[in-house]
């Protein structure tokens, strides 16, 4: 399974990104979608998880009621929209796939490339 993300960028404190992940490879029927970020000098960090058929979602206590997973099965893709962002939420996010729930790293089975987020005051 390939994982390819995009969508990062600069954004004043406050704004909105929508992040975007195509899947290729294989179907991921089985999967659940999350999106780990990691900040400078910090771990990497769970941020929100889809189940596969887009019925299921959690998110880190950090980005609930901002952050929005969703997940398209019919176009293998899964997206991450981001409102109210803050500074704290500048980071390097990672798409990934694993085993629902995929809320720790030691679940993901497969990393897409970061896309730089950087949240200016």
């Known amino acids: 399974v390939q994982l390819q993300a995009s969508g990062g960028g600069l954004v004043q404190a406050g704004g909105s990104l929508r992040l975007s992940c195509a899947a290729s490879?294989?179907?991921?029927?089985?999967?659940?979608m999350a999106w780990f970020r990691q900040a400078p000098e910090k771990e990497r960090e769970f941020v929100a998880a889809?189940?596969?058929?887009?019925?299921?979602?959690y998110y880190a206590d950090s980005v609930k009621g901002r952050f929005t997973i969703s997940s398209d099965n019919t176009k293998n893709t899964e997206s991450l929209q981001m409102n109210s962002l803050q500074v704290e939420d500048t980071a390097v996010y990672y798409c990934?796939?694993?085993?629902?729930?995929?809320?720790?790293?030691?679940?993901?089975?497969?990393w897409g490339q970061g896309t730089e987020v950087t949240v200016s005051s």
């Open positions: 889809v189940a596969w058929s887009g019925s299921l979602t």
């Open positions: 990934a796939a694993g085993r629902w729930p995929v809320g720790d790293a030691a679940m993901v089975d497969y």
């Open positions: 490879g294989r179907r991921l029927g089985n999967y659940g």
